[in-house]
């Protein structure tokens, strides 16, 4: 078997592969090629730094990595890893990783990313092993939101018009959430107004409910309430993917709007 990029692998084969190797996983994986086609060119995905073992002719693991730049680094964000059922247990992951991250050297990456979700606990040791480090624990939620209706002013706001730099806490946010892959996803974006202020801030991809991000520029209760009552004007039942457990009044008012913690993830580092 042998390790190579998968710049010239054709897309199918690496969706054949990759369903394969997430099927019965911990959480249902999306089965629709396009969405993994939009979402894969929103993170910044370049299958030219992504790696594959093949036996032959057929991908039988992979390493899927998307390539940014983040906080004086050059990242690479590790958004999909896996091995297909017949291949597990001959270590194939630790061999992709010790091929990738030279080659990752070699073009001046100086980071690597990724995201487990923490029950996965064979995973969490492939990656220590790799050396890999825990670096953040990120939650998950989902559900109906129960807040009152009262009326609260909502303005939709072009991405280009947002004032990123006076969004709070934007280093929490995991990768596929951070302002700089939402430029490409598909998101509408929102200022609540309270007293003629702007007084906080929601992205949501209304298609499937998903709260990309979401702020009070003030941390307050009956600030994120407003918050809260501006999104169930949008949708009712969301889910909001990786908040990082470190932002307890955050998770104080998740929990308070009826949404229940589905599962959660460690962010991983390694520095090349």
């Known amino acids: ?17 990759f369903l394969s190797a997430f099927e019965n996983y911990f959480v249902t994986m999306p089965t629709d090629y396009n969405y993994y086609k939009k979402r894969w060119e ?4 370049n299958f030219n730094w992504s790696y594959g073992m093949f036996d032959g002719d057929t991908l039988v693991g992979f390493i899927i990595h998307a390539i940014d730049d983040r906080h004086g680094e050059r990242v690479a964000f ?3 890893t896996g091995v297909i059922p017949e291949y597990r247990g001959q270590k194939i992951v630790k061999f992709i990783y010790e091929y990738a991250i030279a080659d990752l050297k070699r073009h001046g990456i100086t ?3 990724l995201e487990v979700i923490t ?4 995973a969490v040791k492939a990656y220590q092993g790799v050396g890999f480090n825990i ?12 807040t009152d209706e009262t009326q609260i002013i909502v303005k939709k706001v072009p991405f280009f018009e947002i004032d990123w730099d006076h969004i709070p806490n934007q280093d929490t946010y995991s990768w596929d959430f951070h302002s700089r892959c939402l430029e490409h996803g598909n998101s509408d ?26 702020e009070v520029l003030i941390n307050q209760n009956e600030n994120w309430k407003r918050l809260f009552q501006a999104i169930q004007s949008i949708a009712k039942q969301v889910r909001i993917i990786n908040v990082d457990d470190r932002l307890e009044e955050k998770l104080r008012a998740i929990e308070a709007v009826g949404l229940s913690n589905t599962v959660n993830q460690y962010e991983m580092e390694l520095y090349l």
Do not use: P, R
């Open 189 to 214: 974006y929102y200022y609540v107004y309270h007293e003629d202020k702007i007084e906080s801030f929601f992205a949501i991809n209304t298609e499937n409910g998903t709260i990309n991000q979401l």
């Open 111 to 113: 980071k690597s990313v």
């Open 135 to 146: 670096c953040k624990t990120f939650k998950c939620f989902a559900g109906d939101l129960s």
């Open 42 to 45: 929103a993170a910044k995905v």
């Open 78 to 80: 590790n958004t999909g």
């Open 119 to 122: 029950e996965n606990e064979k």
């Open 1 to 17: 078997m042998t390790v190579k990029h998968l710049g010239h692998t054709d897309f199918n084969t690496i969706m054949t592969c």
